[in-house]
C-alpha cells in the first residue's frame, strides 16, 4: 500500500499525511509542483519529529511518478466520483490517490482509473485531505489485513 498526494497546496495537510504514514510505514510520494517548499517549517511542524520515519518520495510530475514507482493498481480518491467508499474492495499493494486541496483530481486522470469516494452528507463540501487520507488508508488497511500486521 502506498499515498500519493498529487500536487498537495497545503503544508500542514501534507505534513499531518506524513505522520500517518510514518505511522502505519506506508511510502508517501509527492507529486510536483508542490503548493510548498518541502523545507516549509509548517509542513515540518505539521510532521513534528516524525520527518525520519517517513519513507517520502517527490515525482517531477504524474509520469515521472509512474516511471519511478511502478504503482500498481491505482485508486483515485474523490468527495463526487467513484465507488462509494463501503462498496469498493481495496487490494495490497494499492496505491491511493488524493487530489490538490482546491481542485481535486484532474479528469485526465479520472478517465484512466478507478476510483473511491468517501460519503458526505450535510453542507460539507468536502472532508480535509488528511481527513480523508487517515479514512481511505485505514480502511484500506483492515481491508486487506494489513492492519493486523502493522
Known amino acids: 500500500m502506498r499515498l500519493v498526494l498529487y500536487e498537495p497546496e497545503?503544508?500542514?495537510?501534507?505534513?499531518?499525511?506524513?505522520?500517518?504514514?510514518?505511522?502505519?510505514r506506508t511510502p508517501l510520494h509527492l507529486i510536483e509542483p508542490l503548493g510548498f517548499q518541502i523545507d516549509d517549517k509548517?509542513?515540518?511542524?505539521?510532521g513534528l519529529d516524525y520527518w525520519p520515519h517517513v519513507n517520502v518520495r517527490v515525482h517531477a510530475d504524474?509520469?515521472?511518478?509512474?516511471?519511478?514507482?511502478?504503482?500498481?493498481r491505482v485508486v483515485l480518491t474523490s468527495a463526487r466520483q467513484g465507488v462509494h467508499l463501503n462498496r469498493f474492495a481495496f487490494a495490497p499493494g494499492d496505491t491511493l490517490?488524493?487530489?490538490?486541496?482546491?481542485?481535486?483530481?484532474?479528469?485526465?486522470?479520472?478517465?484512466?482509473?478507478?476510483?473511491?469516494?468517501?460519503?458526505?452528507?450535510?453542507?460539507?463540501?468536502?472532508?480535509?485531505?488528511?481527513?480523508?487520507?487517515?479514512?481511505?488508508?485505514?480502511?484500506?488497511?483492515?481491508?486487506?489485513?494489513?492492519?493486523?500486521?502493522?
Open 42 to 46: 509548517h509542513l515540518k511542524r505539521a
Open 62 to 72: 504524474w509520469e515521472a511518478f509512474l516511471a519511478e514507482a511502478a504503482p500498481g
Open 10 to 24: 497545503i503544508p500542514p495537510n501534507t505534513g499531518n499525511v506524513a505522520r500517518l504514514c510514518a505511522a502505519t
Open 97 to 150: 490517490v488524493l487530489g490538490p486541496e482546491t481542485r481535486g483530481l484532474p479528469e485526465a486522470l479520472w478517465s484512466r482509473y478507478e476510483g473511491v469516494r468517501i460519503p458526505i452528507w450535510g453542507e460539507v463540501r468536502s472532508l480535509n485531505l488528511s481527513t480523508a487520507a487517515g479514512i481511505l488508508l485505514y480502511e484500506a488497511l483492515r481491508q486487506t489485513g494489513e492492519l493486523e500486521e502493522k
